[in-house]
RNA sequence: GGGCGGAUAGCUCAGCUGGGAGAGCGCAGCCCUUACAAGGCUGAGGUCACAGGUUCGAUCCCUGUUCCGCCUACCA
């Protein structure tokens, strides 16, 4: 669901932008997922009883690619299915040959300028998947674990010091007890030593600002190969302590760790440990303790930090670029919250460990010389970093070359895409023409993974930023605000979305959920109800079609420019604004008010509205040509402004209808190439004109559903105006009066007397009658007024508040108080025709 | 531990730079009116989480509180 949100928003923008006339480009790809892909594929081959390394590395790579054919094109199918137009020519994939080269080219360079460069240290470690992770690919979470007190007796002594710990079985790799330097109870005892539990190795006790005296006991075990905390205690402390590495990459202890643990699960041995502590009475107490664990993020399993060589990336001097470019506004994120945690994280960074002791992927480009002949090769530790395979080493000359068997970070060569995919480091066209890119749209949750390098990276090799907006959207949760994930049973899938409601509906949803800054709740209800609105849009298209006279039609469209009547000229004003807010909601990114624009527009004053008015007019000598020509054409701009939103739809009807060149605008022979609405011309008059005739409709239609009476029984209606423009637009329009509210005749004019029988709406332009001829109900009648004049007094005493107030009066902008004036006035005169028609309506209930 | 976001109609959510709050669904009433009952018309529903403050005026700005959610972090 993440993916559809993602792909929906920039197909929206690339639809717009693509009818708004630039020359767009969205470029779709993969990358090859290192890890996760690799985990998939080593589960098959275990249900085959088969495993990587039996298997051998270009067997198994072979596989992966089989896998890759076979499922690989699942997601594209599902872009390819929500509609997203792609240039589907230049699908790119992480791992194609040009991308490869330009990885290779990058590795290289920052290995020359010596930014990359490999370390023996403490690393995330995931003993499931057999790799070292990066911070990032690290997730914690809060756990309900036991903090175990365990004596640790002093040598020579039968005193003993108290240590606490949430991993017992790491006490094997212990090599010192730290304590805080001024800690009074165990000034003592630096610099003594203990004898470590079970082991009876000697230890000693140190001092360590970082120490808590107030934690646990105050004095803690060191295990500076299994601790990140302690490996720094380790590095610090004068002489450096030893790191006894305990527990292996398996998850499952070592020879260092003593016979009778060596080979044990890390759990199952730490169960023992306590035992044996229990047994020995070295266990002074348990208690209950939270403290939060790590777990590999593509599989769940508790991370082991492991001494382990690796590489690194420096990435200090990029993230300096990368957030120079973003403050200066070089690099804009929307929304601007998100600055905020990059800039957070930019500032943190540390080094990115880069090498992943997997198979799938970008195997790393050093190689190491077995021989090491001469002095300088000794001198370069006999690794050779090269662009090319070598055939032997370029320092001594042996061909005793061993390749690096690890292979990069799947996010390394994602950090390149935005120039790797248009043909870096070659010079192209395409990098001419597109680098910059205009914007990535993107979930939160890959700001660091992903876009973060990205900007880092486009900054080293490209020396700009690679994209000018970054739109953060929202993640997809399920109905119940969780996240959606597997385990948890409650995963949407997209493709059964589009079978069940059809793809617009499913696109349309998720664009009018997308507000800014909000998780986005998806609900299946929300689909079906834009559903609805396809079949409205449908259905409206259908009633245009069913009216188009070829013959005549052709005359319409042959007669050019053609006046309109005050219903066009109102919905061709609508339009005019509905297009003028979707192009500034979408360039701002606002998705869900450009969609509730056109859902507005097209619903409830095209169809409602227009389309109803129109139905009076259609048979008409006089209008029908204007009418079709009218119809005709806000239809085809409503298809086009709705087309980034509902691609598929929108087409099929544009390619029923005929269409209508207005002055300059394009008609291709696609929907999707044709000009995008905007600064389309308003008629204010037009608007003002026909608020008098909803101000006549809605108040003989509230009447009538007040008062419960039936749309089968046709109206007789009265309309005083009090202006000889109300009066005059009514006169003139008194069809559609008739049609809308479903009235007979309609007296209209400012010297009309109320009927007697007749019930009131009291409008700022005009009072409406209805007459009841007889059935009036004198009481529901009354109703309706009390009502309808409690309201305006409420409103009156509001401002008669605001009004009386001096402070108010003062200080208020000018504007503001002429306005309430205004407002205040024309309430006082609403409230005295109510009272007019009350004290009509009691004479009448009193002849009764 | 630090940071961020949310709390608005029965439900899901809008509400731009402060001037008496809106939509969709649901609900109630009247309707199969010749595009559409997957529809039309009308209506009922909110001390905008709580307490203070700034202001002539606060859903909006500030402070604090409560309840959710998330990110981040090397307290054993």
Redesign the pocket.
């Given at each position: 669901m993440g993916h559809a949100l993602n792909a929906v928003l920039q197909d929206v923008l690339i639809r717009w932008k693509r009818m708004s006339g630039y020359k767009v480009l969205w470029l779709p790809g993969t990358d090859h997922a290192g890890i996760a892909t690799q985990n998939v594929v080593e589960k098959q081959l275990a249900s085959e009883g088969l495993d990587r390394y039996k298997l051998g590395r270009e067997a198994f790579i072979e596989r992966v690619w089989k896998w890759k054919a076979e499922y690989g094109g699942k997601i594209i199918h599902q872009l390819k299915s929500l509609g997203a137009s792609c240039d589907w020519s230049r699908e790119r994939f992480t791992l194609d040959e040009g991308l490869s080269m330009a990885v290779r080219e990058v590795f290289v360079r920052l290995y020359e300028e010596g930014l990359i460069y490999r370390d023996d240290r403490l690393i995330n470690w995931c003993p499931r998947c057999s790799t070292a992770l990066s911070?990032?690919e690290v997730?914690?979470e809060e756990f309900e674990g036991n903090l175990a007190y365990i004596k640790y007796t002093l040598s020579n002594s039968s005193d003993h010091i108290t240590?606490?710990?949430?991993?017992p079985e790491t006490m094997l790799g212990d090599t010192a007890v730290a304590v805080h330097p001024d800690d009074s109870r165990y000034k003592d005892l630096i610099g003594k030593s203990v004898d470590l539990p079970l082991t009876k190795r000697k230890i000693s006790i140190i001092s360590d600002n970082?120490?808590?005296?107030a934690?646990?006991t105050?004095a803690?075990?060191v295990t500076p190969a299994h601790?990140?905390?302690d490996e720094?205690i380790a590095k610090r402390h004068s002489p450096p302590l030893k790191f006894i590495t305990v527990i292996g990459k398996d998850g499952r202890m070592t020879e260092d760790a003593g016979n009778r643990y060596a080979g044990m699960d890390r759990y199952k041995c730490r169960r023992l440990v306590l035992n044996d502590l229990k047994e020995q009475k070295l266990l002074e107490k348990g208690e209950k303790y939270k403290?939060?664990l790590s777990h590999c993020y593509r599989c769940k399993t508790v991370i082991e930090p492991l001494l382990t060589l690796q590489w690194y990336l420096n990435v200090k001097p990029l993230a300096q670029e990368a957030m120079r470019v973003v403050r200066e506004g070089k690099i804009k994120i929307v929304p601007k919250?998100w600055e905020?945690?990059y800039f957070?994280?930019m500032e943190n960074i540390k080094d990115w460990c880069i090498s992943r002791q997997i198979w799938w992927g970008h195997r790393i480009p050093a190689w190491y010389c077995q021989d090491k002949k001469s002095e300088k090769c000794r001198m370069q530790n006999g690794i050779v970093v090269s662009r090319e395979d070598p055939v032997e080493c370029p320092y001594c000359g042996s061909q005793n070359l061993i390749q690096d068997e690890d292979v990069l970070d799947t996010w390394f060569s994602s950090a390149l895409w935005p120039f790797s995919t248009l043909g870096w480091p070659d010079k192209t066209v395409d990098l001419e023409t597109f680098y910059p890119t205009t914007v990535l749209v993107t979930g939160f949750d890959i700001i660091?993974f992903w876009v973060a390098r990205m900007i880092m990276m486009g900054l080293k090799f490209m020396e700009d930023v690679p994209f000018r907006d970054v739109y953060i959207h929202a993640l997809v949760r399920d109905?119940k605000?969780q996240?959606m994930s597997k385990s948890k049973g409650n995963v949407v899938d997209p493709l059964t979305m589009m079978d069940r409601y059809g793809t617009d509906a499913f696109r349309f949803t998720l664009a009018a959920f997308a507000?800014?800054?909000?998780d986005v709740?998806f609900?299946e209800?929300?689909v079906e109800?834009y559903?609805?609105f396809v079949?409205?849009l449908w259905?409206?298209s259908?009633?245009i079609m069913?009216n188009l006279q070829i013959v005549e039609t052709q005359r319409a469209l042959a007669q050019g420019p053609t006046v309109f009547n005050l219903s066009a000229r109102w919905i061709l004003s609508r339009l005019a604004v509905t297009a003028d807010n979707i192009n500034r909601a979408l360039d701002e990114y606002r998705f869900?008010?450009a969609a509730?624009d056109i859902y507005q527009f097209i619903?409830h004053e095209f169809?409602?509205w227009y389309?109803?008015m129109v139905?009076s007019d259609i048979k008409s000598p006089e209008y029908q040509m204007s009418v079709i020509e009218c119809l005709l054409y806000t239809l085809d701009a409503s298809l086009r402004l709705l087309h980034p939103f509902m691609p598929f739809v929108t087409e099929e009807i544009w390619q029923k209808i005929p269409h209508i060149r207005r002055e300059k605008e394009k008609i291709g022979e696609s929907i999707m190439i044709s000009e995008y609405p905007d600064s389309l011309p308003r008629d204010y008059q037009a608007e003002e004109d026909m608020s008098y005739i909803i101000d006549a409709v809605?108040g003989i239609?509230?009447i009538?559903?007040?008062l419960?009476v039936?749309?089968?029984s046709e109206l007789y209606a009265a309309i005083k105006t009090y202006s000889r423009k109300a009066e005059e637009i009514l006169k003139e329009n008194v069809l559609y009066l008739r049609k809308l509210a479903?009235a007979g005749e309609i007296k209209i004019g400012m010297d009309v007397e109320k009927p007697e029988g007749s019930a009131t709406c009291v409008k700022s332009s005009m009072e409406i009658y209805v007459l009841l001829k007889g059935v009036l109900n004198i009481e529901a009648e009354m109703d309706r007024l009390k009502k309808a004049s409690s309201e305006v007094e409420?409103?009156i005493?509001?401002?008669n508040k605001k009004l009386n107030?001096e402070?108010?009066l003062l200080?208020?902008?000018k504007e503001?108080v002429d306005k309430e004036k205004v407002k205040y006035e024309e309430l006082t005169m609403r409230k005295e025709r109510i009272t007019e028609s009350m004290k009509k309506l009691k004479e009448v209930g009193g002849e009764k």
């Open positions: 911070d990032l997730e914690h240590v606490a710990t949430t991993r970082a120490v808590d005296p934690f646990g105050g803690v075990k601790d990140f905390n720094a403290y939060s919250v905020n945690t957070a994280w660091f109905i605000g996240k507000a800014q800054g909000r709740k609900s209800e929300r109800g559903r609805h079949n409205k259905n409206a259908r009633f069913m869900n008010d509730s619903w169809c409602d389309i109803e139905k809605t239609r509230t009538r559903g007040e419960n039936p749309p089968s479903n409420e409103s005493s509001f401002l107030n402070d108010f200080r208020a902008p503001v």
